[in-house]
């Protein structure tokens, strides 16, 4: 008989997870710390929207809501970088054209919340989770009103977040490792609304930056004409969150270094005083499971910062992993949990680690020509050994790659475009052809290098 | 008006906290979560006894208590190392007869709360706190009986151990970075009674190791005639704790492992089958403080694996820093615990760090040749060069230097005893001019690139 299945959280991933597991015949319940989004006025979470990609778009499909998300979907195809001087460039993201998607997160959550209601799935809004005996897998919930109650789960998932009851639980436990760490930067979001005609004041299709070496601001666009901005800066320092106080200061700061993007900020004073200042939390905890009876899925298990826009994908990711597992070994949850977590824990591991980097990249490296040149020259690569070589971006957000595959990679490829750019001007070198023979060498050096990793077929 | 103290914890740090406080006028109280180790039979903790050296002399002196403890403190003047073969060698500490030295932790800490408690320090027993209000400084306590209980804190210190009430508040603030990690190897306490003649049966003054590359055990001299035997074993492979499972198993793992110790263990079986096997934990967190509420010291701040025997002397040397701070800066609070964190915490971590690398030193580079004439050059090193080298075993055991400064000249001091070992035998070696110039050369270049660190004075 399968196994009732208890759900941490009606997030993205405890939604999706819930559907996955409700097709496959499982009774599925989820507990929701917060009230129902869908009735009540309250924000999405974290970000008002996300970036996403194909490990995103292959979980959707399981659960069936492709083709309905993608009609809300905005393709952005590269990034449209903003200097501090004013000028402009657009970088694409992929050789073949590909895009990743901003998605509104509070849309996405009450689709999938609506899809697991319809599927047959209970969810329990305003149920806060404290703790979890987790040799017994009994859950300490507060009831709305404040009333206590104690669950007995069978079969437990914690999708509940950075902040995871479960993991929190879990990291009690003697001999489990866990760890956390914020970066020194914070994030407050503001807005880019439509002009008085009601167009939208950027390029629609593109993921917008202003890289300014310690700092940024991104902006993604949204269905109703706006773009979400969102400024990605130090607490504490010069220049701070901590030291624009007053409206002369931000206004003056955003005129130094964002003069393009100010005048299209009517609410700038307005949103950077009324909006939170959060902070960017990173966690790493081992195991990830508990025997046959529990598991961490999602940000509980992996939160990362956004900067490689692969939070969701990653959960979701997990999902379809989880999913096919399950189809695997059927109802032999110790082999299930086990293997999934012995795969997906340096995955997590992997995309934590290259979310940080990518925050570097972005902010830093972008606005700098080396970047820029090499990001041509992988490009180029890509088109003239299709069989043998494929950047690390384009690994993380255009294909399926292990993450850990993806990370793997970073030395081997830093070491061959070194060789490359160490040469002088690419392009005018690949028409000699002695160039290409040498070019050509390297390449085997580097698939030689790597095609012993899993590359997942 | 001096502020009034609430310390958590009555363990060696809190207890000797709590003494050097009232000394400096200060009301404190202390809320131990135990019974009182002076009337009920319980244990004094992770560990029998533990190895004092001079941060912990120092810190004892402060408190009034060196020479009382001095009474029952066993020197050991080197290790005494048991190889498999059954051959034995003592390698000296220090070249100036050095020791560090076997206390009973018990003994010392039931030392420790009765000074405190003569100097006028309320100790209240079986009150154990769940979580702290951070923010507010209040206490959840549960009382004995199991009442609630809320104290408010004037100002607070936790010094309640690796599994700090304290420090896991701290860790669910925002921003506060925490980590823990449990080592692969659990331990288990075992013993070495003396001879029928009530005689010891290993040399008395030595700390004894059966290195094993990767498990060991060693053995402290305690003032019964007794060792405390220590065997430290992966928990899980081959061999391990998960393997030994039957008298047979153990039998033969110690006949074949430790042939000169088994006969001395009558109480093997009894011992390894009744006494727990324990785990090993790491603990990181910043910030150490709370504005200029509350502060944590000891494990609280820095739990360390035990094999440099500087977790009691890093928590007492804590104590001596923050006495000196509070003389220095009177009743300014702010920059007391700003300052204490600032200088102690990259010392918790540089020791947390040592300790981990020391367990390797230990349990496998001890029993190699190679190392041992590594420690005969140092030493050497140390008596021709007295005003420029120092080992780092040394500064760690037998000096005040701070923690991190010794890390710091690990790199420098590998690179030099590389090319002094590169060279050739090092007592041949010295014998000749041109080598000495040589020598001279090497070190003054180490004493150039270390002489910029804080050597403490």
């Given at each position: 008989m399968a196994r009732s299945v208890t759900i941490l959280g009606a997030g993205l991933v405890g939604s999706l997870l819930a559907i996955l597991l409700k097709k496959r015949g499982f009774d599925v319940s989820i507990y929701e710390r917060r009230p129902d989004m869908r009735v009540a006025t309250i924000g999405a979470g974290r970000s008002i929207n996300l970036a996403m990609s194909v490990r995103g778009w292959k979980a959707l499909e399981l659960a069936g809501l492709r083709a309905e998300m993608e009609q809300i979907a905005i393709p952005m195809y590269g990034r449209y970088l903003h200097q501090a001087d004013g000028s402009a460039a657009f970088q694409q993201y992929g050789k073949n054209n590909e895009a990743i998607y901003s998605v509104s997160r509070g849309e996405l959550n009450r689709k999938l919340m609506t899809l697991a209601e319809q599927e047959g799935v209970n969810i329990y809004f305003e149920h806060r989770c404290h703790r979890v005996d987790v040799a017994e897998n009994i859950l300490h919930l507060e009831a709305p009103g404040g009333a206590q109650k104690t669950v007995q789960a069978d079969l437990l998932f914690g999708a509940d977040g950075a902040f995871s009851a479960l993991r929190s639980s879990y990291a009690q436990r003697d001999r489990v490792n866990a760890a956390h760490f914020y970066l020194e930067h914070g994030y407050k979001e503001l807005c880019i609304p439509p002009d008085a005609a009601g167009n939208m004041q950027l390029e629609k299709n593109a993921l917008h930056i202003w890289p300014r070496r310690n700092f940024m601001m991104i902006a993604l666009p949204n269905t109703d004409g706006t773009f979400t901005c969102t400024l990605f800066f130090p607490f504490e320092g010069s220049p701070s969150f901590e030291r624009l106080t007053t409206e002369q200061e931000v206004v003056a700061f955003f005129n130094e270094h964002f003069p393009d993007a100010v005048s299209l900020m009517p609410t700038l004073l307005e949103d950077f005083f009324g909006n939170p200042t959060s902070s960017l939390i990173t966690t790493h905890i081992a195991?990830?499971?508990?025997?046959d009876k529990s598991a961490l899925i999602g940000d509980a298990a992996h939160a990362i910062v956004p900067f490689y826009g692969q939070g969701m994908n990653a959960g979701f990711e997990d999902c379809t992993v989880l999913a096919g597992l399950i189809d695997q070994h059927g109802d032999d949850w110790a082999t299930i949990l086990g293997e999934y977590d012995r795969r997906r824990k340096p995955n997590g591991d992997a995309v934590a680690a290259l979310a940080l980097a990518n925050f570097v990249e972005m902010r830093d490296k972008v606005a700098d020509p080396q970047f820029l040149e090499r990001k041509k020259i992988e490009k180029e690569l890509g088109r003239m050994y299709p069989e043998q070589f494929i950047s690390v971006y384009e690994m993380v957000?255009?294909?399926?790659?292990p993450y850990n595959t993806a990370m793997s990679c970073i030395r081997a490829q830093d070491e061959l475009l070194g060789k490359i750019m160490s040469e002088g001007d690419f392009t005018e070198n690949v028409k000699q052809g002695a160039f290409n023979t040498q070019l050509d060498n390297w390449m085997n050096q580097y698939h030689g290098e790597v095609q012993q990793l899993d590359f997942g077929k």
């Open positions: 195991p990830w499971h508990y025997e957000s255009f294909s399926h790659i």
